[in-house]
């Protein structure tokens, strides 16, 4: 999908990046439903992926950042 809407945009200037964080520390882990078994200090935190969109963002406007994959060290949670 992000690269046909790429390809559709290049002509416009429009540069477009797929951001795939793997887990993220956020509220949404507070709920009674989710299994916590794991621990939430090892995933990454909302900064973290706000941090890798302003790097794409910020990137030279010659080349484009297409995809950007975010996991913890801990691998995947």
């Known amino acids: 999908l992000s690269k046909t809407l790429a390809a559709e945009e290049r002509s416009r200037g429009i540069r ?3 951001i795939c964080p793997g887990s993220v520390n956020t509220p949404l882990w507070d709920t009674d439903t989710v299994q916590a078994d794991f621990d939430r200090t090892a995933m990454l935190t909302p900064e973290m992926v706000a941090d890798s969109i302003l790097h794409a963002v ?3 406007a010659n080349a484009v950042v297409e995809e950007i994959t ?8």
Not at 70 to 77: D, H, I, P, Q, R
Request: aromatic share 8%; charged share 0%.
């Open 16 to 18: 477009v990046t797929a």
């Open 70 to 77: 975010l996991v913890s060290n801990a691998g995947v949670l």
């Open 58 to 60: 910020q990137f030279p």
